[in-house]
């Protein structure tokens, strides 16, 4: 007895209702999935805004090694072309001694810039 008097009992349930809770359990799971989705975007953003502005200031930092090797380079090149200069005018000053004496003295003093 006990059997009948449970299915009994499961069939005055209306289908409708039933309907209804499934269909109430799906939007919230529905709904939580669509939120949960939406959290993780925005975690991913939040995360990649941050690596880009680690990148951002690993370039800056590396544009600036670049600018200051590439400004020491120049100052040797310009440094070679003045003592190369100089190297020349003092082979050419043969007769002129006093001249010899300045293109030797501006020579040391290149010299002892550069150490």
Excluded: W
């Amino acid at each position: 007895m006990h059997l009948a008097e449970s299915t009994s009992s499961i069939e005055l349930i209306p289908r409708s209702c039933t309907s209804r809770r499934k269909r109430i359990v799906s939007r919230a799971v529905l709904i939580f999935g669509f939120s949960s989705l939406l959290v993780l975007m925005a975690i991913l953003a939040v995360d990649s805004i941050r690596a880009l502005h680690e990148l951002e200031a690993s370039t800056s930092r590396v544009r600036h090694d670049y600018l200051t090797c590439e400004r020491t380079l120049h100052k040797i090149r310009v440094g070679i072309y003045e003592s190369g200069s100089l190297l020349r005018e003092y082979a050419v000053a043969n007769s002129d001694p006093g001249a010899r004496e300045s293109y030797a003295a501006q020579l040391n003093d290149m010299r002892d810039q550069a150490n």
